[in-house]
């Protein structure tokens, strides 16, 4: 079925309500009728305006419509002198309407075929291309759910042959092949002839055979061709293609990341697409999870045209993606450029950190010692000793911002705090596997953890499980002492009211410098303190001594010292673990716990159990041609069970309601704990920051990056409350401030371009109408700057206007066309020799303007004038269903702006990693603070990585990427410290457990792990403490060997 018509049928967030438009169960592509000129749509990189973007694609996707193409423009059909106006029409445009109808007949011939005698291709991302990181999805076990897939299609009729044992089996099979590590002694069972490929490239649009042929010459000379051919990795399971998705182009040349953002990939990996289309004649393709690179290559962001690459290479096929439920903005971008169903799959399972190993250790002679207190003091005396001497053999005592000098007591204080924190952290248990939902006490601890915070109004059974247990148990009390607060920045959190007019440049310097900023020192969370006199197992000093009453049923439930509110939270957890698993019955009287679990039997766990058997119903409707419903995205833990159950083609948010009311609390919130966490560090008002904008993560939350750059420099959005919709700003005056406002530089990335251009004019213009104030130096630095710049500008010969416009560039980010940071080969391929590399590509792929009206103007001076002034640069992240190790994105982004600062400022500024998690308690640490946290939480965690070692070849690609990531913060930030390399060395190749684990499911994994920690020793990021590191470092000949077979 082909739609025409733009907005919704459906509600987004609404119940699900099936609509006419899927009455006869089949696909739905939207076709859209543009309202901008044919010319202007070719001349264009995004594609479709803002105004199309709202009402003929993100509307439309609520529906479950498939994004096809712009069929139509407008034109001027003829002038009309009694009106004195061109009267407007659509014109039909013929190739884009073939390629739609091409699509149409694809689906509908899918539907048609009985299953047994269809053709699907199936491909696997793998990236970094080494063969130690094969099949990558963020989150996904993907080899076992490619197996899980062949089943249930092997089931379903399709006619699959010798499907492997399991997925580690489906690795070793494929790693027989060629892989973007080479094929030199490999067995190479398909090939694509050079006369075959060049037909397909000569049934291109010219300017594609002329860009590839300009930057990798004759197909001839391609890597992969041997004997007249190319020699593809791919691997025939019956009727079933499997295929490793073939490297950009970036590891043939890691230099090109310095100067080829828009790098147009290589012959290979057109020919392995020509491949799968016409000599295997699939009739769909799946890639299986997040996410390949197609969706990520050179040309328009939406409505593409035949030469943009993603529609040339894969044309009219249909596209199936299984893809992660809470990133919808990655996901996103493959429906709209790819025309993909998306079909979303489970996050890991989550469970609380707890204590293990040294960190027990100390916790019990953290308990010994409180308990001695007031007893000997000798004997105290010798334990305050033997924690601290511990702590520092470990390094703790930085992770847990125990300063050189500080007293014992104030640092044995601090060093609880951090225990409790460390223990309560949420970290994966594993991985999904698509089509099999989590079981015994995977399911307990992922229900606890969905039900942990408030769900929808947050009341009766939609309360946090947890505080409905504090509330029955009675933990109501009144601290013996308030805890010390430190004055508000501003009162009035950024609102508009009438207040006194305060100087906006005064700190009480005594109360900021002084007084401890967090339950844990180092941390700025959004908690109230003092004046409560009700216990929030959610948001509490962990530390401070629990007084109140001590519940027998949570007093039995830990033979363990019931100390501080950090025990409290403890009993609490373990009591809602046992409650959800059926091992102890709630008490009668309980009434709030009693609703919340009854709510969990009856939606909560049975939608989790529910996910993996629609994981794979969802893909075989799509495989069927029949219609796939649609569903919300976002991340379950921060209050979205709705996402659930998976295996639905998500959507994600109307951009024109970005940011929403709430965001923007939280925007606000977060922003004045940033501006008073610098003020603590640095002893003064902040001037300047640097933001990094996700698309993704502002689908996730509606906003929460933009609202904070907003409130930062004292700007809030207006509503129209009726449509929800974003219609202007409004700029807070400074008696309401009562604070300076602050500069911001914003890196938004390519998705975050192509999503939001509405969120990119809102800012432009707000952040211009601020540096146009006539308001004091030391309130607005940003007038100022701006004012200075454009008489520096205008002084070198550039007119007012031109001047003006250059100063107040504020937003950068990727070419048109592009994506990324250019970070990720350079790291990836060993391409760097010094931090100043690396932040030469950050620059070179992040230094196009945008801003109302812009699209992306080359302004590299502008942006290093930029980043040469920001104090700190500042990294949110809203959910902990990952982390900053999980992801070359965070160090790309962050890490790249910090090195490029440091390079063109010459010093490193200081760098911020925001927990937005809990919107109601934003947390702001330093980056060192949250490495720290997650290497002693999750990364030498036997918990976790026992997790990953159930996933065989995928968890040790897991342990592998992990220490990728952080080797990667070390070269960007130097924000690793030695105990940080030293406990991941520890952890995964000093323990013979673990290494032989991976010398037996993916030596590749291992030897690039190895190779990456002597690297670390090579450039002097990491001075083992042993001289046997280097030499345990060193792989036997064995392992060299069992690395180049096969895992």
């Not at 959800?580 to 019955?585: D, H, L």
């Given at each position: 079925?082909?739609?025409t018509?733009?907005?919704?049928?459906?509600?987004?967030?609404?119940?699900?309500?099936?609509?006419?438009?899927?009455?006869?169960?089949?696909?739905?592509?939207?076709?859209?009728?543009s309202?901008?000129?044919?010319?202007?749509?070719?001349?264009?990189?995004?594609?479709?305006?803002?105004?199309?973007?709202?009402?003929?694609?993100?509307?439309p996707?609520?529906?479950?419509?498939?994004?096809?193409?712009?069929?139509?423009?407008?034109?001027a059909?003829?002038?009309?002198?009694?009106?004195?106006?061109?009267?407007?029409?659509?014109?039909?445009?013929?190739?884009?309407?073939?390629?739609?109808?091409?699509?149409?007949?694809?689906?509908?011939?899918?539907?048609?075929?009985?299953?047994?005698?269809?053709?699907?291709?199936?491909?696997?991302?793998?990236?970094?291309?080494r063969?130690?990181?094969?099949?990558?999805?963020?989150?996904?076990?993907?080899?076992?759910?490619?197996?899980?897939?062949?089943?249930?299609?092997e089931k379903?009729?399709?006619?699959?042959?010798?499907?492997?044992?399991?997925?580690?089996?489906?690795?070793?099979?494929?790693?027989?092949?060629?892989?973007?590590?080479g094929?030199?002694g490999?067995?190479?069972?398909?090939?694509?002839?050079?006369?075959?490929?060049?037909?397909?490239?000569e049934?291109?649009?010219?300017?594609?055979?002329?860009?590839?042929?300009?930057?990798?010459?004759?197909?001839?000379?391609?890597?992969?061709?041997?004997d007249?051919?190319?020699?593809?990795?791919?691997?025939?399971?019956?009727?079933?293609?499997?295929?490793?998705?073939?490297?950009?182009?970036?590891?043939?040349?890691?230099?090109?990341?310095y100067?080829?953002?828009?790098?147009?990939?290589p012959h290979?990996?057109?020919?392995?697409?020509?491949?799968?289309?016409?000599?295997?004649?699939?009739?769909a393709?799946?890639?299986?999870?997040?996410?390949?690179?197609?969706?990520?290559?050179p040309?328009?962001?939406?409505?593409?045209?035949?030469?943009?690459?993603?529609?040339?290479i894969?044309?009219?096929?249909?596209?199936?993606?299984p893809?992660?439920?809470?990133?919808?903005?990655?996901?996103?971008?493959?429906?709209?450029?790819?025309?993909?169903?998306?079909?979303?799959?489970?996050?890991?399972?989550?469970?609380?950190?707890?204590?293990?190993?040294?960190?027990?250790?100390?916790?019990?002679?953290?308990?010994?010692?409180?308990?001695?207190?007031?007893?000997?003091?000798?004997?105290?005396?010798?334990?305050?000793?033997?924690?601290?001497?511990?702590v520092?053999d470990?390094?703790?005592?930085?992770?847990?911002?125990?300063?050189?000098?500080?007293?014992?007591?104030?640092?044995?204080?601090?060093?609880?705090?951090y225990?409790?924190?460390?223990?309560?952290?949420?970290?994966?248990?594993?991985?999904?596997?698509?089509?099999?939902?989590?079981?015994?006490?995977l399911?307990?601890?992922?229900?606890?953890?969905?039900?942990?915070?408030?769900?929808?109004?947050?009341?009766g059974?939609?309360?946090?499980l947890?505080?409905?247990?504090?509330?029955?148990?009675?933990?109501?009390?009144?601290?013996?002492?308030?805890?010390?607060v430190?004055?508000?920045?501003?009162?009035?959190?950024?609102?508009?009211d009438?207040?006194?007019?305060?100087?906006?440049?005064?700190?009480?310097?005594?109360?900021?410098?002084?007084?401890?900023?967090?339950?844990?020192?180092?941390?700025?969370?959004?908690?109230?303190?003092?004046?409560?006199?009700?216990?929030?197992?959610?948001?509490?000093?962990?530390?401070?001594?629990?007084?109140?009453?001590?519940?027998?049923?949570?007093?039995?439930?830990?033979?363990?010292?019931?100390?501080?509110?950090g025990?409290?939270?403890?009993?609490?957890?373990?009591?809602?673990?046992?409650?959800?698993?059926?091992e102890?019955?709630?008490?009668p009287?309980?009434?709030q716990?009693?609703?919340?679990?009854?709510?969990?039997?009856?939606?909560?766990?049975?939608?989790?159990?529910?996910?993996?058997?629609?994981?794979?119903?969802?893909?075989?409707?799509?495989?069927?041609?029949?219609?796939v419903?649609?569903?919300p995205?976002?991340?379950?833990?921060?209050?979205?069970?709705?996402?659930?159950?998976?295996?639905?083609?998500?959507?994600?948010?109307?951009?024109?309601?970005?940011?929403?009311?709430?965001?923007?609390?939280?925007?606000?919130?977060?922003?004045e704990?940033?501006?008073?966490?610098?003020?603590?560090?640095?002893?003064?008002?902040?001037?300047?920051?640097?933001l990094t904008?996700?698309?993704?993560?502002?689908?996730?939350?509606?906003?929460?990056?933009?609202?904070?750059?907003?409130?930062l420099?004292?700007?809030?959005?207006?509503?129209?409350?009726?449509?929800?919709?974003?219609?202007?700003?409004?700029?807070?005056?400074?008696?309401?401030?009562?604070?300076?406002?602050?500069?911001?530089?914003?890196r938004?990335?390519?998705?975050?371009?192509?999503?939001?251009?509405?969120?990119?004019?809102?800012?432009?213009?707000?952040?211009?109408?601020?540096?146009?104030?006539?308001?004091?130096?030391?309130?607005?630095?940003?007038?100022?700057r701006?004012?200075?710049?454009?008489?520096?500008?205008a002084?070198?010969?550039?007119?007012?206007?031109?001047?003006?416009?250059?100063?107040?560039?504020?937003?950068f980010?990727?070419?048109?066309?592009?994506?990324?940071?250019g970070?990720?080969?350079?790291?990836?391929?060993?391409?760097?020799?010094?931090?100043?590399d690396?932040?030469?590509?950050?620059?070179?792929?992040?230094?196009?303007?945008?801003?109302?009206g812009?699209?992306?103007?080359?302004?590299?001076?502008?942006?290093?004038?930029?980043?040469?002034?920001?104090?700190?640069?500042?990294?949110?992240?809203?959910n902990?269903?990952?982390d900053?190790?999980?992801?070359?994105?965070?160090?790309?982004?962050?890490?790249?702006?910090?090195?490029?600062?440091?390079?063109?400022?010459g010093?490193?500024p200081?760098?911020?990693?925001?927990?937005?998690?809990?919107?109601?308690?934003?947390?702001i640490?330093?980056?060192?603070?949250?490495?720290?946290?997650?290497?002693?939480?999750?990364?030498?965690?036997?918990?976790?990585?026992?997790?990953?070692m159930r996933?065989?070849?995928?968890?040790?690609f897991?342990?592998?990427?992990?220490?990728?990531?952080?080797?990667?913060?070390?070269?960007?930030?130097?924000?690793?410290?030695?105990?940080?390399?030293?406990?991941?060395?520890?952890?995964?190749?000093?323990?013979?457990?673990?290494?032989?684990?991976?010398?037996?499911?993916?030596?590749?994994?291992?030897?690039?792990?190895?190779?990456?920690?002597?690297?670390?020793?090579?450039?002097?990021?990491?001075?083992?403490?042993?001289?046997?590191?280097?030499?345990?470092?060193?792989?036997?000949?064995?392992?060299?060997?069992?690395?180049?077979?096969?895992?």
């Amino acid at each position: 079925m082909i739609n025409t018509t733009g907005f919704a049928v459906s509600a987004p967030g609404a119940d699900r309500q099936s609509t006419v438009l899927e009455a006869n169960d089949a696909i739905v592509l939207q076709a859209i009728f543009s309202a901008s000129s044919r010319e202007a749509w070719a001349a264009s990189s995004q594609g479709l305006s803002a105004r199309d973007l709202g009402m003929n694609v993100a509307l439309p996707e609520v529906d479950g419509r498939v994004l096809s193409r712009a069929v139509s423009f407008k034109s001027a059909a003829r002038y009309d002198a009694a009106v004195e106006a061109n009267i407007v029409s659509s014109e039909p445009d013929a190739g884009r309407m073939n390629y739609v109808a091409s699509l149409a007949a694809n689906w509908a011939r899918l539907r048609q075929m009985p299953a047994e005698s269809r053709r699907v291709a199936l491909v696997i991302a793998n990236y970094p291309n080494r063969d130690g990181r094969l099949g990558n999805g963020v989150g996904l076990d993907t080899p076992a759910g490619t197996i899980e897939v062949m089943r249930a299609m092997e089931k379903a009729g399709y006619p699959i042959a010798d499907i492997p044992a399991d997925g580690d089996a489906l690795i070793r099979h494929l790693m027989l092949g060629p892989t973007n590590s080479g094929f030199d002694g490999k067995v190479v069972r398909e090939r694509l002839s050079l006369s075959r490929y060049k037909d397909f490239l000569e049934s291109l649009p010219n300017q594609i055979q002329d860009e590839v042929n300009a930057r990798w010459g004759a197909p001839e000379a391609d890597p992969y061709v041997h004997d007249g051919a190319f020699a593809l990795p791919f691997a025939r399971f019956g009727e079933l293609l499997i295929g490793i998705q073939p490297a950009r182009g970036y590891n043939i040349d890691p230099k090109e990341s310095y100067h080829s953002p828009d790098l147009v990939p290589p012959h290979g990996y057109l020919a392995f697409y020509a491949f799968l289309r016409e000599e295997f004649g699939a009739q769909a393709v799946i890639h299986m999870g997040k996410h390949g690179n197609l969706e990520w290559l050179p040309g328009k962001a939406l409505a593409l045209s035949e030469a943009c690459y993603p529609e040339a290479i894969l044309g009219p096929l249909p596209h199936l993606y299984p893809f992660i439920v809470n990133d919808p903005g990655e996901g996103t971008q493959a429906k709209r450029r790819t025309a993909a169903v998306i079909i979303d799959h489970l996050t890991p399972p989550l469970t609380r950190a707890e204590s293990y190993g040294p960190l027990k250790d100390l916790e019990a002679l953290v308990d010994e010692y409180y308990e001695a207190s007031g007893g000997d003091s000798r004997r105290i005396q010798l334990l305050s000793r033997q924690i601290l001497d511990l702590v520092a053999d470990i390094g703790l005592d930085r992770d847990a911002g125990i300063a050189k000098g500080e007293s014992e007591g104030e640092a044995l204080k601090k060093l609880d705090a951090y225990l409790c924190d460390l223990k309560e952290m949420q970290i994966r248990d594993g991985l999904h596997v698509f089509g099999v939902s989590p079981e015994g006490r995977l399911l307990t601890d992922l229900t606890v953890a969905l039900a942990r915070v408030p769900r929808g109004l947050g009341e009766g059974g939609d309360a946090s499980l947890q505080r409905a247990i504090a509330g029955d148990a009675g933990l109501s009390f009144v601290p013996a002492t308030p805890p010390s607060v430190l004055p508000d920045i501003s009162p009035t959190g950024g609102e508009i009211d009438k207040g006194p007019d305060l100087s906006s440049t005064s700190i009480v310097w005594g109360s900021l410098v002084g007084d401890p900023i967090s339950p844990l020192v180092g941390e700025m969370s959004g908690r109230t303190e003092g004046g409560s006199s009700t216990f929030d197992p959610l948001d509490c000093d962990m530390a401070a001594i629990w007084t109140g009453p001590r519940a027998e049923i949570l007093a039995d439930i830990l033979d363990a010292p019931w100390r501080t509110n950090g025990d409290t939270v403890e009993r609490i957890e373990l009591l809602a673990t046992k409650l959800v698993s059926g091992e102890i019955t709630c008490p009668p009287l309980w009434s709030q716990t009693r609703s919340v679990l009854d709510e969990i039997e009856a939606r909560l766990k049975p939608s989790i159990l529910a996910c993996g058997p629609a994981e794979i119903a969802g893909l075989l409707r799509g495989l069927d041609g029949r219609f796939v419903p649609p569903g919300p995205s976002g991340a379950p833990t921060r209050g979205r069970p709705d996402v659930l159950p998976t295996g639905r083609n998500f959507y994600s948010v109307d951009s024109r309601a970005v940011p929403t009311p709430a965001a923007y609390e939280l925007g606000k919130k977060s922003a004045e704990l940033l501006i008073r966490r610098y003020v603590q560090d640095h002893g003064e008002w902040p001037i300047s920051f640097g933001l990094t904008a996700w698309g993704t993560s502002n689908m996730r939350t509606g906003g929460d990056d933009i609202a904070q750059a907003l409130a930062l420099i004292g700007v809030k959005p207006v509503w129209d409350m009726a449509s929800r919709r974003v219609t202007g700003y409004e700029i807070i005056p400074q008696a309401v401030l009562r604070r300076p406002r602050v500069d911001v530089t914003l890196r938004i990335s390519g998705f975050f371009r192509d999503a939001f251009p509405e969120q990119i004019a809102l800012f432009d213009k707000a952040i211009r109408a601020v540096g146009a104030l006539e308001e004091d130096a030391a309130d607005n630095p940003i007038a100022e700057r701006m004012r200075g710049e454009a008489a520096r500008l205008a002084a070198a010969g550039l007119d007012e206007k031109a001047a003006a416009k250059r100063a107040g560039y504020r937003i950068f980010g990727s070419k048109p066309g592009a994506y990324g940071a250019g970070l990720q080969a350079l790291i990836d391929e060993k391409g760097w020799e010094q931090r100043a590399d690396l932040a030469e590509a950050y620059l070179v792929w992040g230094s196009y303007a945008y801003g109302a009206g812009e699209e992306g103007r080359a302004e590299r001076g502008v942006f290093e004038e930029q980043l040469r002034s920001i104090q700190a640069v500042v990294q949110n992240q809203d959910n902990r269903e990952h982390d900053l190790l999980d992801s070359d994105d965070y160090y790309q982004f962050e890490g790249g702006m910090a090195a490029a600062a440091e390079m063109v400022g010459g010093a490193r500024p200081a760098i911020y990693h925001n927990d937005h998690s809990r919107p109601e308690k934003p947390v702001i640490r330093s980056l060192e603070e949250e490495i720290g946290r997650v290497v002693r939480g999750r990364v030498v965690n036997p918990k976790w990585i026992e997790g990953v070692m159930r996933h065989g070849y995928k968890g040790a690609f897991e342990i592998a990427a992990t220490v990728d990531y952080l080797f990667a913060f070390a070269a960007t930030t130097g924000a690793v410290g030695n105990h940080h390399f030293e406990a991941v060395y520890q952890a995964f190749v000093a323990d013979p457990k673990v290494r032989d684990f991976m010398a037996e499911k993916n030596p590749a994994a291992l030897s690039d792990m190895r190779e990456r920690l002597m690297e670390a020793i090579e450039r002097r990021l990491w001075t083992p403490r042993s001289n046997s590191a280097q030499f345990n470092l060193t792989e036997s000949n064995e392992t060299k060997k069992r690395a180049g077979r096969q895992p």
